[in-house]
């Protein structure tokens, strides 16, 4: 378990030619179906894409790594395979609590497991998606996941005494990202 949590980083450049198939997408999803729900209320639907017509209605819509100043995301060639949009069924509940949270993290280890990678997104220009990939109003856009094969390497920091936790990108294209110490976040 510890092995797959370190390697389930937020990877934001893939090997954009390396295909994801559909079924991938679903089995996925289905480890998003078994996870925790509060009131076990199951208030998700999920918007598959893995073909690139569909994927680039979805690119223009999502905002990438703020931190990282002037980088406008991932160049045609480095974009995502494939994406997971997470949307609440409003008919089925009007809050969603933490549970997109769990079920993005469920797909996340799992498409860890099968070798993949990707980043859960909630900056989206939500608005803009609705319109381009026609989603009813019913549905409230919670998360996209972007999906693909990574390209970059991450690697974990400690937070310094600066305290500063924003990641960063090192001359060879290396992404650090810092953690606070497990003796600084349990208090009691
Ligand atoms: C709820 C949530 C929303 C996020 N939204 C974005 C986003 O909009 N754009 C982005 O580039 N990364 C996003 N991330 C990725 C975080 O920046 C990333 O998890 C953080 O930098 C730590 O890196 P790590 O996932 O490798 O531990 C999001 C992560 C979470 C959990």
């Given at each position: 378990m510890r092995d797959l949590v370190l390697k389930n980083r937020s990877y934001?450049?893939?090997?954009?030619?390396?295909d994801i198939k559909l079924e991938t997408l679903k089995e996925l999803v289905d480890l998003a179906r078994l996870s925790a729900s509060a009131r076990n209320a199951q208030p998700f639907k999920y918007i598959l894409s893995c073909e690139p017509r569909r994927n680039s209605l979805i690119f223009p819509h999502l905002a990438w790594a703020?931190?990282?100043?002037g980088w406008p995301g991932p160049c045609e060639r480095e974009r995502p395979s494939a994406y997971i949009i997470i949307l609440g069924d409003t008919e089925i509940s009007r809050s969603f609590d933490c549970d997109h949270g769990i079920a993005a993290q469920s797909i996340m280890l799992g498409a860890t497991e099968q070798g993949l990678g990707g980043c859960i997104i909630a900056s989206i220009e939500k608005e803009g998606l609705r319109k381009s990939l026609e989603?009813?109003?019913?549905?409230e856009i919670l998360l996209v996941l972007a999906l693909g094969k990574p390209k970059e390497t991450v690697v974990i920091e400690k937070v310094g005494d600066s305290g500063d936790i924003k990641y960063w990108r090192d001359s060879e294209g290396v992404h650090h990202v810092p953690k606070r110490p497990l003796d600084g976040i349990i208090i009691g």
């Open positions: 934001r450049r893939f090997y954009q030619e390396v703020r931190y990282i100043r989603i009813p109003p019913r549905y």
